[in-house]
Every structure is written in C-alpha cells, then in structure tokens.
C-alpha cells in the first residue's frame, strides 16, 4: 500500500478509525481523525493550541464546548443523501465533548489556531452548496469552512463525484508559497465510495514527476497530499465522496493548473475557474 493512503481501521475504544497527525504525516499544519461512535457513547478532547472544525459525517450529536452548547444536531444520516452536513468550529484554548445520540461518523479537522474566534455552529444553511465544472468534470461542492469563513487556519470542503466522473480537475496544486499565483496547503482526502465495495482513483504527481503515485482507493481510504496534483476519478457505477482539509502559512486558496491540462479550463467558463 502506498505511503499516501492511511485506510480505515476497526474503531479503538474511543472509536477512532481513522487518525492523522502533522507527525504521522511529516508535515506542519493538518490533522484530521474520523470517529464511528455508537449510540450513546462520548468523545472529549482539549483543543491545546489548534483550532477543530467537527463534521457530522452521519447520524445525530449533542456538542458542547466551555461556553456553548448545541443539542440534538444533525440531519443528514447517510452521507449519500447529499445534504449539507451539520458542523461545529472550535477554536484553540478551549475544549469539546460529542455525544452521540444514534449511531454517528465524525471527522475531526485540526491545524493551528490563535483563539481568535468563538466557538459556533455551523449549519447546514451555513454551508455553501454549489455545482462545478460541466461534462463529465462536474461535482457538488459543500463549502463547510471557506474562505470567506471565520478560522485561523483550516479550509474544509465536501465533494460529491458523479459516477464516470472527475473532480479535483482539471488537475491543480498548491505547495508553493508564491502568492497571489499559489498558497501552501497541507491537504488530506476522506473518501467514501457508493456502493462502497467499489473504488476510487486518485493521481498524485509532480512537474518532474519524481512523484507520480496512482492510488487505488476504498470506502473509507484517507489519502495525504503533501505537493503536487492530485486529481480524482469516480469509476461508473460508483459514485464518490471526499472531504478535503487544507492548511499552510496563510489561509488562501491559491492554486496552480497542470499546465498540460489548463486547456480543459475553456470547458469551464460557466463555472469560473475553481476546481477543487
């Protein structure tokens, strides 16, 4: 198996299935963990010095933090139904306690924070929901925390890819820190496949090619992309999800096409020119 991809594991006795850290990884700034809790059961953690974007991947939770509280979130239980997730975002110096009211699949989203913003909910009302791309380059986009949304460091964004289609393409980077052309981001790939004994294909190379890995991926296969491109493919008959998280020096999302392939942004124009 490939040093990129970090599969799903059995559920530890505090549910963890999945865990990454900038240590594991042998990066700076990503962490990412996903969670298969049972009903009733609980997880508490501090935050220390990093700021924590939660996703209701599925089923239903109470969170709370030092200050706020939030009962019986969630609506969508299945990741397929393609609904908008509900999350919560809390910052750096503070802690949070989930407790699971059905059976429920969280990820945990991790990088630096500085405190600077309150804990929140973020519903699903809250999340930017789009179409990109056209043909058979075309997702949907969950944009969970963009951009344009209160955090220190992590950007984190749902895609669904139709079956026979790409997403994260045309193919595009982000490891160099040469602003306004391109920002470094750290990213991480969970990916989901329906049915989920399929597969999903995920390239990740280099200009020069001396990283060039094509990755065949699982139901629940988590895939780090410390540089270069890093484009997905959903074979017919399978649909596939993923949640990206990013992080870097500077939270922007400046990317770079695979200049072989910039051509393929002409079929985009309806769209604008993200491609995530």
Not at 34 to 56: R, W, Y
Not at 105 to 125: D, N, T, Y
Not at 176 to 201: C, D, K, M, W
Not at 210 to 232: F, I
Request: a negative charge.
């Amino acid at each position: 198996m490939s040093e990129f991809i970090v599969p799903t594991k059995q559920p530890d006795d505090k549910g963890q299935v999945i865990s990454i850290t900038p240590e594991s990884a042998g990066w700076e700034y990503v962490g990412f963990e996903v969670f298969s809790l049972n009903e009733g059961q609980s997880l508490k953690k501090v935050t220390g010095d990093k700021e924590t974007c939660i996703v209701l991947l599925s089923g239903r939770a109470s969170v709370n933090s030092k200050l706020e509280k939030w009962e019986n979130i969630g609506k969508r239980m299945d990741i397929f139904e393609k609904i908008a997730p509900y999350s919560v975002y809390i910052p750096s110096g503070d802690f949070y306690e989930v407790l699971a009211l059905t059976d429920l699949q969280l990820a945990v989203c991790v990088a630096p924070g500085k405190g600077s913003f309150p804990a929140r909910l973020i519903s699903p009302e809250d999340v930017g929901v789009e179409l990109r791309g056209s043909g058979n380059m075309e997702r949907s986009i969950h944009n969970i925390l963009p951009e344009q949304a209160e955090a220190d460091s992590l950007l984190v964004v749902e895609v669904f890819t139709p079956e026979g289609h790409w997403s994260s393409y045309p193919p595009h980077k982000h490891d160099q820190n040469n602003l306004p052309e391109e920002s470094y981001l750290e990213e991480t790939y969970y990916h989901r496949v329906n049915p989920e004994h399929g597969f999903a294909i995920q390239r990740v190379y280099t200009d020069d090619l001396s990283l060039d890995e094509t990755l065949t991926l699982k139901n629940g296969d988590a895939v780090l992309v410390p540089k270069g491109y890093h484009p997905v493919s959903a074979p017919p008959g399978y649909e596939v999800y993923y949640l990206n998280v990013m992080a870097g020096p500077v939270r922007t999302w400046a990317f770079k096409n695979d200049p072989n392939h910039e051509w393929l942004m002409s079929r985009m124009k309806a769209y604008g020119s993200q491609v995530k």
